[in-house]
């Protein structure tokens, strides 16, 4: 190797490539910051989807890591792993161990968020560790064929804001044991300030997936970016941005929010910069820092929306 250590190689894949914290923690604030406004804000339950979307995020990663290296052991796109993986450094078998330790401990804190939430815990859960084992793992891996957006998109977007604003209602406004999702625990308010996020945090995904663009195409993979092609993907990264930015008019004319609900908009300066940046890029080298970046976008706006969600007046 040259000077990489196991530490390096963990720390790497465990906030890979720096955004997997900023996407697990924007939509819990933005839940929050409703929850607040709405009087159902409970702190246990916030805490408990926060480690849990974290952990089945991480362990999608890891799942992501281990089929690459698996099916492609050359890979140039993951160089660093490579290295780590024929210098003996990491060993497959503990990436398994790592992916079976994350869903695990997932699970484990699930059990918290069932008592309080019931059985509807346990489909959103399911459904979302089977998302992100399936996207890249098995016979029709969705990342690899054109249908990583639109998952990204539900799972990471609008379950991660809706499920955690649920699990608090749920702990305020009912009794624990539940079996069906009782009324006010979800409001249309909720599933429309779940959509910037699930916006932004797929624009991650496309500015990934513009990346690797011609590794995937050597791969055979299929992405979204491939069937669009670049162009197709600027346009696409642009509109997920303009729908993040519209939704606070839409809250705000139709919803009955407060004109607070308007902070994200000062975010809206670095949004644009970074996706300038994404269509000037040329190399690989230079997309590379932009997705860190988009996560920064993501975290920005999160944080104004919460703080603008749970204002009155």
């Not at 029709?140 to 379950?159: C, E, H, K, R, Y």
């Not at 991660?160 to 999702?181: D, K, R």
């Not at 959509?195 to 050597?218: E, G, K, S």
């Not at 139709?254 to 607070?260: D, K, T």
């Amino acid at each position: 190797g040259h000077g990489v250590t196991r530490r390096d190689v963990w720390l790497r894949m465990l906030l890979y490539p720096r955004h997997t914290l900023p996407t697990a923690a924007a939509p819990i604030m933005v839940a929050a910051g409703l929850a607040w406004h709405d009087g159902v804000f409970a702190f246990f339950p916030l805490l408990a989807a926060f480690l849990c979307g974290w952990l089945i995020q991480l362990g999608g990663v890891i799942t992501d890591n281990y089929f690459n290296l698996k099916r492609h052991p050359h890979d140039r796109e993951h160089a660093l792993f490579v290295q780590a993986l024929n210098a003996g450094i990491i060993k497959l078998d503990e990436l398994k161990s790592a992916i079976y330790g994350c869903y695990l401990l997932a699970i484990l804190i699930a059990l918290y968020l069932v008592y309080v939430g019931g059985l509807p815990v346990i489909w959103v859960g399911a459904a979302s560790i089977i998302a992100s084992l399936i996207y890249s793992a098995g016979p029709f891996p969705l990342g690899d064929n054109a249908l990583g957006d639109p998952l990204f998109f539900i799972f990471f977007g609008v379950v991660s804001v809706v499920a955690p604003y649920y699990v608090q209602a749920a702990a305020v406004l009912a009794s624990p044991w539940l079996w069906t999702i009782p009324a006010g625990t979800i409001s249309g308010t909720v599933l429309w300030a779940s959509i910037p996020m699930a916006a932004l945090i797929t624009n991650i995904l496309v500015i990934d997936n513009i990346r690797d663009l011609d590794f995937d195409q050597a791969k055979g993979e299929t992405t979204l970016a491939v069937v669009l092609g670049r162009r197709g993907s600027y346009i696409e990264y642009c509109l997920l941005l303009g729908l993040a930015y519209l939704i606070p008019l839409k809250l705000w004319l139709l919803n009955g929010q407060s004109v607070w609900v308007f902070l994200p908009w000062l975010s809206l300066p670095y949004a644009l910069l970074v996706a300038r940046r994404v269509i000037a890029a040329q190399s690989y080298a230079e997309l590379m820092p932009l997705t860190p970046q988009a996560g920064q976008v993501v975290f920005a706006y999160a944080l104004l929306f919460a703080f603008g969600l749970a204002r009155y007046t």
